[in-house]
């Protein structure tokens, strides 16, 4: 039985290693540019896409899009997680700048944690969902819109699109 408690302690430290020191998805780095919805006044009435794309997002990973705008704006979001094997969902969240430095210091133990950090509860989904879409007005600021990836173990194929209209 000890045997079999210290191979099972191994396995978990040896996991728990791997996650952290997979470099193959970067989660700290993986943010998008930014992008700017800008300052003229014939943007009225258009659409900016923040992102369109699908990917896969690693176990205890997340990938974030930075984007800001000087008046306000409709945000309209929607994510939708394609793998069937071992899919429990996603984590959506609208951060602005000093609360996605919290969550960056933070995310790898939200599953078990009251989250540090706020959010904009209505662009977010805090508990784990396969697919969440939303729209509204912002104000002009800097955001983040992070999607992030809870799961110990399974990889998740996850569609982002989101944009901005004025």
Avoid at 54 to 75: I, R, W
């Amino acid at each position: 039985m000890k045997k079999i408690c210290k191979l099972a302690a191994c396995f978990i430290a040896a996991c728990v290693i791997f996650t952290a020191c997979d470099s193959s998805g970067d989660a700290d780095s993986d943010v998008t540019p930014v992008v700017t919805y800008g300052d003229d006044s014939s943007d009225s009435g258009s659409t900016k896409t923040l992102i369109d794309s699908t990917f896969d997002l690693s176990a205890g990973y997340y990938k974030a899009v930075e984007f800001s705008t000087n008046k306000s704006a409709t945000l309209s979001e929607s994510v939708t997680v394609n793998s069937s094997g071992g899919t429990r969902g996603v984590r959506v969240f609208l951060l602005d700048s000093n609360n996605y430095a919290l969550f960056q210091n933070q995310y790898s133990s939200l599953e078990n944690a009251a989250a540090g950090f706020s959010y904009y509860s209505s662009f977010s989904a805090s508990t784990r969902t396969t697919s969440y879409s939303t729209s509204g007005t912002i104000s002009s600021g800097t955001y983040y819109l992070v999607i992030y990836n809870p799961n110990l173990m399974y990889s998740q194929n996850v569609t982002v699109r989101a944009t901005l209209t004025r």
